[in-house]
Each structure stands twice: as C-alpha cells, then as structure tokens.
C-alpha cells in the first residue's frame, strides 16, 4: 500500500515539474510529450520493475533518516 502511494505521490510530482516547465518555458510542448511518452512506453519494458524497485529503495532510504 505504501508503494502506491510513494508512486502516485512521484507521478503528482514529476506532472507538477513538468507543468511548471512547459509554462516556464525550460521545456517545450514536443519535448516533454516524447518525455511523458517514453515514460509510458519504459514502464511496458522488462526494465519496469527494476526501476520500480529502484526508485523503492531510494524511498525507503529518505524515509529511514531521521533528523
């Protein structure tokens, strides 16, 4: 359950980025359409879940430091 809402938390985030950067004007429409496409395309490869448990770790990581 966590796991979920670690990824739907990164993809609000990453859409957040991406927005403020089309609007900025740092990224243009084309590019991050092929960015947002390849990110869609990655995620039905055999590399998926590496980059699933990846990112996973890097999570669990932060999470464990304490201040």
Not at 4 to 25: P, Y
Not at 27 to 39: D, M, N, Q, S, Y
């Amino acid at each position: 359950m966590i796991s979920v809402a670690i990824s739907l938390s990164v993809v609000l985030l990453l859409a957040i980025i991406l927005v403020v950067m089309i609007r900025g004007g740092s990224i243009k429409a084309g590019p991050a359409i092929v960015a947002v496409l390849f990110g869609f395309f990655l995620a039905s490869t055999g590399m998926a879940p590496s980059i699933n448990r990846f990112l996973n770790s890097i999570a669990e990581t932060i999470n464990s430091i304490s201040f």
